[in-house]
């Protein structure tokens, strides 16, 4: 069973306004984090925020937060006044403490910023 | 602090050799991982080191793939025979062990079996 799903391979916005990337996670450990990292086209992994699964308050990096819907089981990552650096893949992600902390992917969702 | 570091960055090599990827984790995480990336796809855990121990490896693809971690200090991942399907980017990364502390990644190695 997949347990994190990013179900838009693609999105579209324009410079300086805000876009939702969608994320849905499946897990029975009450104890898990959520990550989002975003991926360049030169290839490495850069780690953009993290959201703890008892934290009370979204969490907020700059002009990346996190909304945190825990009943919904979902963690969308939302980006405020895109920028054209911000054209990427961005990947969310989930570790649980019986998964013995590995991280886990979804499948990614690519960005495109529009000028 | 230096970051995890992957070596080499790019090997071209062709399908039955053998390559070893190496990689070197933040000093002082005992966890290291190992994921793949295949063109277009999503990125697929392969295993997860505990210091010098095999925690998980349920991601291995088959018995072509073997990792060691020696001392637990850094981590090979050796292809042997590869195979034309083994192309992609190889990740590795590391992390304390705690919750709510990223996985550092290191560059990737970008293997091409031709």
């Not at chain 2, 295949?38 to 505990?50: D, R, S, T, W």
């Not at chain 2, 304390?96 to 990644?105: L, P, S």
């Amino acid at each position: 069973a997949q347990k994190i799903t990013q179900t838009q391979p693609g999105m579209f916005v324009q410079e300086k306004e805000a876009v939702t990337l969608d994320c849905t996670y499946d897990t029975s450990d009450p104890s898990y984090g959520l990550f989002w990292y975003k991926q360049p086209s030169s290839g490495e992994m850069i780690f953009l925020i993290y959201q703890g699964s008892y934290d009370q308050q979204n969490a907020t990096e700059g002009r990346y937060s996190l909304n945190f819907q825990k009943a919904r089981k979902s963690a969308n990552l939302v980006i405020s006044a895109s920028q054209l650096g911000d054209s990427a893949m961005y990947f969310c992600a989930m570790r649980e403490r019986t998964g013995g902390f590995k991280t886990i992917f979804g499948a990614g969702t690519r960005l495109f910023v529009k000028a | 602090e230096a970051g995890v570091t992957q070596f080499p960055s790019h090997s071209v090599i062709e399908k039955g050799q053998t390559v070893t990827l190496r990689c070197d984790p933040i000093s002082g995480h005992d966890n290291l991982y190992w994921y793949r990336r295949v063109m277009g796809k999503e990125i697929k855990f392969l295993l997860h080191f505990v210091k010098e121990s095999k925690q998980d490896e349920s991601g291995m693809p088959n018995n072509r793939f073997l990792a060691e971690r020696t001392g637990g200090t850094y981590s090979t991942l050796k292809v042997q025979p590869a195979e034309l399907e083994d192309s992609g980017v190889y990740f590795c990364a590391s992390s304390q062990e705690k919750m709510n502390t990223e996985a550092f990644f290191g560059q990737g190695t970008r293997l091409t079996v031709v």
